[in-house]
């Protein structure tokens, strides 16, 4: 009795973490289709994003509920091999998870990358911009200074 009690609270966690997931998921995607300032390379990749999160968290769900359920199949009490298969699909569905977790992880990390990458070329070429303004004003202000040198005094 005292586990399928376990089974149900290990089960419902994971299940009301899967569907915590799927609610915070469709509110940042909400938020970014709202967003005006977000260029199609970023929306691309958020669209990208929000499909495979949205993934890992049914799966998140799916998992939970088969977790909750482990207690009440008749064959899991009655049948070793059966309990034995049922765990092992368990925890290979756990590992899809994880797999699917990194493979998010390095997909944002490539994009974050990139951006950072294209943010500082940039500024880069911003500061250079920045540079060759002052030049030029140091330029005018030496030319204005040498005029007002050599116009006659009254």
């Known amino acids: 009795m005292a586990t399928s009690y376990l089974f149900i609270g290990v089960g419902a966690f994971v299940w ?3 569907i915590a997931m799927v609610t915070w998921h469709v509110w940042r995607r909400r938020r970014f289709l709202n967003d005006l300032d977000v260029s199609p390379m970023e929306l691309k990749f958020l669209e990208q994003q ?3 999160r949205m993934q890992t968290s049914a799966l998140t769900i799916t998992l939970g509920a088969l977790i909750s359920m482990c207690d009440y199949l008749p064959q899991f009490r009655t049948s070793p091999g059966f309990a034995a298969a049922y765990v092992m699909g368990l925890l290979l569905l756990s590992m899809w998870l994880v797999l699917l977790a990194l493979g998010d992880a ?3 990390r490539v994009h ?3 951006t ?3 943010n500082r070329q ?3 070429a911003l500061q250079e911009a920045i540079n060759e303004l002052r030049a030029k004003q140091a ?3 030496k030319t204005a200074d040498e005029r007002t040198m050599m116009m006659p005094r009254e």
């Open 50 to 52: 929000y499909r495979r």
């Open 116 to 118: 950072l990458r294209k």
């Open 139 to 141: 330029e005018a202000l």
């Open 16 to 18: 009301f973490f899967g």
């Open 112 to 114: 974050m990358s990139q």
């Open 106 to 108: 390095v997909a944002s």
């Open 122 to 124: 940039t500024r880069q």
